[in-house]
């Protein structure tokens, strides 16, 4: 962490999910000062509501953007636009945004970050691994049964670990302005395959199905699940994991000057902490 940061106020949003929380987390270990933002943080921050924002950005110098629920979702470009002008009014001066690889409307909120006028930094994410041990995925391997529509399609799954560590790199340390990194596990899976390395190190029994995916969004609505997030799903796993996205990349090296952890790592880690009891 260089002089400047411990002097400096860095706005962490985001800071009660996946990514934020670690970075918050870091962030607070190095001695940075560090504002969470988050709609039950105070001040509050809440992305539908700007008038929240203003607030969270008094005397930010630095900023970690996650866009919630997903920069997929119709909006989010404008959205994040509008946020990264207003924190370049409340005298910001750096930017970290983190986006989602094969998504049109990701790639407009990071010309948004471009345009700004702050210093700015993309990590441009792979599928998390985490959404098998804390987010989407979590209940179904608690089942036994993980059912998606997703058939042999592969997937560079990255531990969010490692999107924190770029993270903070980049908001700490001068280097990164104008960087795109983009962050990627360091070998391809299929979804049946990352299953399968978690039934290994957790030593449950969970299988993999793939269906159709009108059957899966059913099932999802039967479950009540919210339309916007059937539709965002839907979206995800039509467009984002068609298979555009089945290489490999070296962001994580290029920030941070190490190879990513592997998938089977993060499921021996998480085993290990008791994501699956």
């Known amino acids: 962490m260089n002089e400047n940061a411990n002097n400096s106020l ?10 934020g929380r670690r970075v918050a987390d870091r962030l607070e270990a190095a001695g940075a000062n560090v504002r969470r933002g988050s709609r039950s943080a105070s ?3 809440d992305w539908e509501d700007p008038a929240t924002w203003p607030a969270a950005l008094r005397n930010v110098t630095s900023v970690y953007v996650s866009f919630f629920p997903d920069l997929a979702v119709p909006g989010a470009p404008e959205a994040v636009a509008a946020f990264t ?12 945004l983190l986006s989602g690889r094969g998504e049109a409307e990701a790639q407009r909120a990071e010309e948004a970050v471009a345009e700004s006028g702050l210093e700015w930094t993309v990590v441009r994410s792979s599928f998390f691994a985490q959404n098998f041990s804390e987010g989407a995925f979590y209940d179904a391997v608690m089942s036994g049964e993980v059912v998606l529509p ?38 391809l ?7 399968s390395a978690i039934a290994e190190s957790s030593g449950r029994q ?11 969004t059913a099932f999802l609505a039967e479950a009540g699940e919210a339309p916007e997030v059937i539709e965002m799903l839907a979206y995800l796993f039509t467009e ?17 000057g190490r190879p990513p952890r592997d998938f089977a790592e993060y499921a021996r880690n998480a085993a290990e902490n008791g994501a699956w009891k």
Not at 10 to 19: F, H, P, Q
Not at 206 to 216: K, Q
Not at 240 to 245: C, E, F, I, P
């Open 150 to 187: 997703v058939e042999d399609v592969r997937e560079p799954f990255i531990d969010v670990e490692d999107i924190a560590d770029v993270a903070v790199a980049a908001l700490t340390e001068d280097g990164h302005h104008g960087q795109i990194y983009e962050v990627t596990g360091p070998r």
């Open 85 to 96: 002008a207003e924190a370049r009014r409340a005298g910001a001066r750096r930017v970290v």
């Open 43 to 45: 001040p509050a921050f």
């Open 189 to 195: 899976l299929t979804f049946a395959e990352a299953v």
């Open 240 to 256: 984002v994991l068609d298979g555009r996205n089945a290489y490999v990349a070296d962001g994580v090296k290029r920030a941070i």
């Open 10 to 19: 860095i706005l962490v949003l985001g800071a009660s999910g996946k990514t």
């Open 206 to 216: 969970i299988t993999y199905t793939s269906v159709p995916l009108e059957a899966f």
